[in-house]
Structure formats: structure tokens, C-alpha cells
């Protein structure tokens, strides 16, 4: 089945530094790539959707120069969190939809974060 | 936004029930899908049921969908330990020109050996 890999699945760091977390559609082409945000015990929140080869569409809330989202690929997307602070800690989920159809979204394993 | 409401937001059975999960949800669909979630894990799609369908199986699984209602449920029949999981719906539609997926609040399944 289709395969979404998201890399890293754990990052440590100090306060300031910034931090990019992969997402690679393995399988199959995405033109359209999700990036969510999860809190403890809490469900998923849609931060921005990624498009290929054209700027990244952010929901209301999330700040765009803190968040910086590439999708250079039909198969890469990248999330920049820009100068991270501990307010920025959370699990970070990417999605892909496959081209075509009424097809489910498959979801990377998740980038824990944690900001010191 | 969450777009979903989920109940129970927590259900703990015995191995070998049943589970029922319901999800609403406020705007008109293309699909609802159901995702199972591990704890510090992605997410795992199971089923999909598209605005036309009323209902679905998939092995133990059984959605149904109530477009006039606006609800959904979810039927785990034969519960294992291995069920224990975060299960969240999560609605199909259009937001302005792209689709996109909306999750509801999740309901934590526990399931007792």
C-alpha cells in the first residue's frame, strides 16, 4: 500500500534553533501534501496545505514565516519551523493524497518535537 | 477548525465486545473516513465511505453514514487488546478550491484482555 515516510521522528533541541521535518510519498505522486499539528490527548489540526511547485495555503492562526513549507517534488514536502520555542513543542503529521479519485490521505509517522 | 464531534470521547471494553464509536459533523462531505492512531504514532486509514454509501464494511469493521443527520459510526466487532487505539473521523470536503481533511475530538478505545 501506499507509503508515507517522515523524517525525523524525534528532534531535541534549544530554543532558537530551527528545524525541518521531511515528508516523501514513497509509492505514488502527491501533488497535494498536509501538514497537522497534534497536542496531547488532543486530535489533529491542519496547519498548511502543501502544493507543488506553487506557495503553501496556511489555515488561519498559523503564522507562515514561522512555519515554512517547500513542496519542490511530487514527492517531497518540508516543514520549517523557524526559530523554535518551547511553545513550539508538539507531534507534527504530514499526509499525501495520491493524484485521482476519492482516495484516503496516508499519514507519515509523526515528528515528535521537542524544544528546550 | 475540528469540524467533528466524536463520543465517547473514552471507551473501555472487554476483549471480545463490541466497540461503537459516533462522529457528527456540521458541513456537506465528499467522504468520511475513519483513521486509527497509536499512541506517538501517524495515522492508519480504515475505511472510507463516500456521501452516496450508507454503509460499509471492512473485516470486524462496520461504518455507517447518515448525510441527513450528519453522523457517522463506527462498530469494532470482537474487540482484541490489540484494538486499543485513538480512533478519529475525519471529513472529506472542499475548503474554497482544495479538498481537505477535518478531524473530530477522537475517541480513546481501550480494550481489556
Known amino acids: 500500500g501506499a507509503v508515507v515516510s517522515q523524517h525525523p521522528s524525534w528532534v531535541i533541541c534549544k530554543s532558537g534553533t530551527s528545524v525541518k521535518i521531511e515528508c516523501r510519498s514513497l509509492?505514488?505522486?502527491?501533488?497535494?501534501m498536509f501538514w497537522y499539528r497534534q497536542f496531547p490527548k488532543q486530535s489533529l489540526m491542519l496547519m498548511a496545505t502543501s502544493n507543488e511547485g506553487s506557495k503553501a495555503t496556511y489555515e488561519q492562526g498559523v503564522e507562515k514565516d514561522k512555519f515554512l513549507i517547500n513542496h519542490a517534488s511530487l514527492t517531497l514536502s518540508t516543514l520549517t519551523v523557524t526559530s523554535a520555542h518551547p511553545e513550539d513543542s508538539s507531534f507534527y503529521i504530514c499526509s499525501a493524497r495520491p493524484v485521482g479519485g476519492d482516495q484516503p490521505q496516508h499519514f507519515g509517522d509523526g515528528t515528535r518535537l521537542s524544544i528546550l | 477548525s475540528q469540524q467533528g464531534e466524536e463520543d465517547p470521547q473514552a471507551l473501555s471494553i472487554q476483549e471480545g465486545e463490541n466497540a461503537t464509536m459516533n462522529c457528527s459533523y456540521k458541513t456537506s462531505i465528499n467522504n468520511l473516513q475513519w483513521y486509527r492512531q497509536n499512541s506517538g504514532r501517524g495515522l492508519v486509514h480504515l475505511i472510507l465511505i463516500r456521501s452516496n454509501e450508507r454503509e460499509k464494511h471492512s473485516g470486524r469493521l462496520r461504518v455507517t453514514l447518515d448525510t441527513s443527520k450528519k453522523s457517522s459510526s463506527l462498530l469494532i466487532t470482537a474487540s482484541r487488546a490489540a484494538d486499543t487505539a485513538s480512533y478519529f473521523c475525519?471529513?472529506?470536503?472542499?475548503?474554497?478550491?482544495?479538498?481537505?481533511?477535518?478531524f473530530g475530538s477522537g475517541t480513546q478505545l481501550t480494550v481489556l484482555p
Open positions: 509509492d505514488f505522486q502527491a501533488t497535494t
Open positions: 475525519a471529513t472529506d470536503s472542499l475548503s474554497g478550491s482544495a479538498r481537505q481533511l477535518t
